[in-house]
């Protein structure tokens, strides 16, 4: 018989610690709740909800990985990318910019966007650095930073403003700790986007305030989605910032592929990029090729130009659609995007005028922790309404109470957007439907 006495205890957890410290992007794991109300009300529900074009991949983009697949370029390839298409974006790059030759050895490839967002938290923070990033922002800026052990560093982007960014909002946030800055414009979820003179003026500040090691992760994926007859701007081009500039972009957006998966990142110096190199071979080992080769088409092609003209176009209709009836509707306020395919309405007189905030005080503590007014108002629309939006705590939970906003992606069809916006009008004044809806027993939280 073993004597047990003085037997360490076991440990019986499955996962570790650092898993539970790891966000995610709730406008994904929403899907699934779509689902269930399509399927037990058996009606189409809107969808508003996803940043994915409406429209078709270009067909010269299509045929060019069919005719790679075809060809056999279904292997390993080198994982920075393949050096053509690195040589592409390299030139792209430095042209849209003005910047001068970009040497293909500073770009890496990725399997989209999002890789190079935690792969930058990484490898040039440690525990306790801190990160500055915008919010409401891309959720994946918040989500990694526990998970790395640094410190979240909000800049609270402000209605007032546009929702872009002033040198008196970011300046107190910089410190002795910072080590990376993430800025996004055009921006996820706002659209709001920063001006030439802006971004000098931010520039100014992070030369002044901060050392040659810190970081600035200029997310620029929404680059060819503006508004207006404007021009993209990246910070990467004023004087001193390529020095210190991740710049990231993707197909997904620009090329309506975002099921592409093609991302990328130009860096500071080549020895940055030998670091995320090694990242991706450890994480991927490398990118499809056949995509990679249909990117080179997409960046190269003289059809592409005219296919995203058309887009943005059809994008900055119903932009204009849409503000002007979210605008009209009681208790509701909506900035006019510059750029990207999202609008951000303020519904802080809706949560008033039917009592959701009071409704929310009477959730449970555990409810309120992972939930909001604003949440409670996107589960009433999609339960009683059948259109899908993501509340303002999706874009950073940080600091968000209070803050009474919904995202509506643009990214559908017109038709689709005029009914959608017709049925908020109707649901911000139903108060009796709301009160009922609190007590049918739904889950009143997005996970």
């Known amino acids: 018989m073993n004597d047990v006495q003085g037997t360490a205890p076991v440990n019986t957890a499955i996962f570790a610690k650092r898993v539970k410290l790891m966000g995610t992007e709730a406008a994904f794991g929403f899907g699934s709740r779509i689902l269930q109300v399509e399927k037990a009300d058996q ?45 592409a974006l390299a030139q792209k790059i430095a042209e849209d910019r003005g910047l001068a030759d970009i040497d293909p050895e500073r770009v890496v490839v990725f399997p ?48 007032e403003h546009g929702f872009s960014l002033t040198v008196e909002e970011l300046e107190p946030l910089i410190s002795d700790h910072t080590k990376l800055i993430y800025l996004n414009f055009p921006s996820n979820p706002t659209g709001g986007v920063a001006s030439r003179e802006q971004l000098e003026a931010l520039a100014e500040l992070i030369l002044e305030k901060t050392p040659p090691n810190v970081r600035v992760y200029s997310d620029e994926a929404y680059e060819a989605i503006v508004f207006d007859g404007q021009d993209h701007c990246s910070i990467a081009s004023v004087p001193g910032m390529e020095e210190r500039t991740i710049i990231a972009s993707a197909v997904s957006k620009t090329y309506s592929w975002t099921g592409g ?16 190199r090694n990242l991706n071979i450890n994480y991927f080992a490398s990118i ?23 887009m943005t176009a059809a994008f900055e209709r119903r932009r204009d659609q849409v503000i002007s009836n979210l605008n009209a509707i009681e ?114 939280t997005l996970e």
């Open 43 to 87: 009606e189409r529900v809107i969808r508003c909800n996803l940043g994915q074009p409406d429209f078709p991949l270009p067909e010269h983009i299509s045929e060019a990985i069919v005719d790679a697949v075809r060809a056999g370029k279904t292997t390993y390839c080198d994982p920075q990318g393949l050096p053509e298409l690195r040589a």
């Open 288 to 310: 499809p090729p056949y995509n990679q080769i249909a990117t080179r088409v997409a960046l190269e092609s003289g059809k592409s130009g005219p296919a995203i003209a058309q």
């Open 261 to 276: 998966r093609v991302g990328w990142a130009v860096y500071p110096t080549v020895q940055d990029a030998k670091v995320h």
């Open 112 to 159: 989209g966007a999002r890789p190079s967002i935690g792969f930058a938290q990484q490898s040039y923070c440690e525990r306790g650095d801190e990160i500055i990033y915008p919010t409401p922002g891309y959720p994946l800026y918040e989500s990694y930073i526990p998970y790395v052990g640094a410190k979240p560093v909000p800049i609270h982007l402000q209605e």
């Open 331 to 444: 208790g509701v306020r909506c900035q006019n995007p510059k750029g990207a395919f999202y609008v951000f309405p303020n519904i802080g007189g809706v949560v008033e005028n039917l009592g959701v905030q009071q409704a929310f005080d009477t959730l449970s503590e555990e409810t309120r922790l992972n939930s909001s007014p604003a949440t409670l108002f996107q589960l009433f629309l999609l339960y009683r309404y059948h259109v899908a939006t993501m509340d303002r705590r999706s874009f950073g939970m940080l600091d968000s109470e209070g803050q009474h906003f919904l995202r509506l992606s643009i990214a559908t069809g017109a038709a689709d957007l005029a009914e959608a916006v017709t049925r908020i009008e109707a649901a911000a004044s139903d108060a009796e439907g709301f009160h009922a809806f609190i007590h049918s027993g739904v889950q009143m």
